[in-house]
């Protein structure tokens, strides 16, 4: 079993920076041994996907909507994964998760229904 828990959301101007963390707690498997994922859901849109990132930290995948500002890393020394956010759009505005994939595969996932837990979310609000 994994506790995530988010933090670092918050209102910030169009091209500004925000950095979402997630910090991992539970029993069980390590945390190392997760694959991270980061999703998003705006009001009346369904869950997508954002970026991925292996156990190890050595592979990395993003939507392309955020390819190029958007930035996935994980400190396994800390349980902790973060997704740094340049260049902000105000449609990039939405609740921010993220999640535990516990497939021990090399495929990063993409599928919000593939992964194990989720965190409680994040509020990020761009203004235009």
């Known amino acids: 079993q994994v506790q995530l828990v988010e933090s670092g959301g918050g209102l910030v101007q169009a091209g500004g920076s925000l950095r979402l963390s997630c910090a991992a707690s539970?029993?069980?498997?390590?945390?190392?041994?997760?694959?991270m994922g980061w999703f998003r859901q705006a009001p009346g849109k369904e869950r997508e996907f954002v970026a991925a990132i292996s156990w190890s930290g050595g592979r990395t995948i993003y939507t392309d909507s955020v390819k190029g500002r958007f930035t996935i890393s994980r400190d396994n020394a800390k349980n902790t994964v973060y997704l740094q956010m340049n260049s902000l759009k105000p449609e990039d505005t939405a609740v921010y998760y993220c999640?535990?994939?516990?497939?021990?595969?090399?495929?990063?996932?993409?599928?919000?229904?593939?992964?194990?837990?989720w965190g409680q979310g994040t509020q990020v609000t761009v203004s235009s």
């Open positions: 539970g029993s069980g498997r390590t945390f190392n041994s997760y694959a």
């Open positions: 999640a535990a994939d516990a497939y021990l595969g090399t495929i990063l996932r993409l599928q919000a229904q593939m992964y194990d837990f």
